[in-house]
């Protein structure tokens, strides 16, 4: 533990050297930056500083987008509740989809070997095979709409 709290003095040193030495510099009596705990709905913790909080647009339906898959599975079975439907376009063997906890899920895939694959895996999931990039915006909801992955226009599904 003595090399933790090192690790933190030296943390909140190197922090305040910033501070000091930035050109628009706040007097030196300036606490460190300050850092808020956030709690996700499963219940794991991370602190984090508040300039890194960026303002959050709540929207009847969320798109996860992630430069790498193991950042996108997290965001999505973090901000994925319940209650929300949950459609993964491009799921490929199912597992996303299979472990998001949501009522109303629905993988869709071009690749038959993948969906074959995904149904094996998570045989009480729902898999479609489509590309998306072949059918139009109204095909789409149709689809969503006889899946009843449609929203209620009150932000739920």
């Known amino acids: 533990n003595a090399n933790a709290n090192a690790n933190a003095n030296a943390n909140v040193a190197q922090e305040q050297d910033m501070i000091s030495s930035s050109s628009s510099s706040p007097p030196l009596d300036t606490p460190p930056l300050e850092r808020i705990t956030i709690q996700y709905p499963r219940g794991a913790t991370y602190n984090l500083r508040k300039s890194y909080l960026y303002p ?64 094996e895996n998570y045989p009480m999931e729902d898999f479609l095979k489509v590309d998306v990039l072949e059918i139009d915006e109204v095909s789409m909801q149709d689809i969503l709409l006889q899946r009843n992955m449609h929203s209620d226009g009150n932000g739920n599904g």
């Open 56 to 119: 959050i647009h709540l929207t009847t339906n969320q798109i996860i987008v992630a430069p790498e898959t193991n950042i996108y599975r997290r965001l999505c079975w973090v901000h994925t509740l319940y209650e929300d439907s949950f459609v993964e376009i491009g799921c490929d063997f199912g597992y996303t989809c299979g472990t998001v906890v949501s009522k109303r899920k629905l993988g869709i895939d071009k690749s038959q070997v993948s969906l074959g694959i995904a149904r």
